[in-house]
């Protein structure tokens, strides 16, 4: 059985989570969240303590995958998650227009991106960008959206995941540098180590 599905999960004072018709939901402070139980996998729920089950062994990796789901369900509707992305470079900044986010990142025209429901975003300063919500997945989305689509050239975003570790997103100018630097590595390795066996044979 998956070690990840063996742990249980404890359901914190305010959170309730039922399942019914193929479907759990988890009811919290921050709101309700859902997941589609998949074929093959039980879960139980006893009082403020939940565990899942497979069915069988060819089940073990969905069992673990919807144990680490509904662990982030339960996070989500009691504290929320949070992402914070910093604007790096000269003129950047960020403010908010009503429930847009106005983003000045270079471009000959401000960016205008639509805060999807279920997010809300906030500036503390200019370059700064705090994304909370209760699903981890959709707060992760709109971050990666920040960070992949509105990148010019000479961007750098940096983003600040949670407690864990700080993910340095660079240009991607600088991304395809570092790849062609690494083929011409491998490359010229090759090339040596066929000119060391022609010797050899020699």
């Known amino acids: 059985m998956s070690r990840v599905a063996k742990m249980p999960i404890s359901l914190p004072k305010g959170v309730e989570m039922t399942a019914k018709d193929g479907s759990i939901a988890v009811k919290g402070p921050k709101g309700t969240l859902s997941v589609v139980q998949p074929a093959g996998v039980s879960v139980s729920i006893e009082g403020v303590t939940v565990n899942v089950a497979p069915a069988g062994l060819a089940n073990d990796a969905m069992a673990g995958t919807l144990r680490a789901l509904l662990a982030n369900l339960v996070t989500g509707v009691n504290t929320g998650y949070q992402r914070k992305l910093e604007l790096v470079g000269v003129g950047y900044r960020a403010s908010m227009a009503g429930k847009d986010l106005n983003l000045t990142l270079g471009f000959s025209h401000p960016v205008l991106f639509k805060v999807p429901e279920g997010v809300s975003v906030e500036t503390p300063t200019q370059t700064e960008i705090l994304i909370k919500g209760a699903d ?7 971050a990666a959206i920040h960070v992949f689509k509105h990148q010019p050239g000479s961007l750098a975003f940096q983003m600040h995941v949670e407690q864990f570790h700080d993910v340095r997103v660079r240009p991607l ?11 011409q590595h491998v490359a010229i390795a090759v090339l040596q180590t066929a000119t060391k066996f022609d010797g050899a044979e020699q």
């Open 173 to 183: 100018r600088e991304q395809a540098i570092d790849q062609f630097a690494f083929v």
């Open 136 to 142: 981890k997945h959709q707060v992760g989305q709109v």
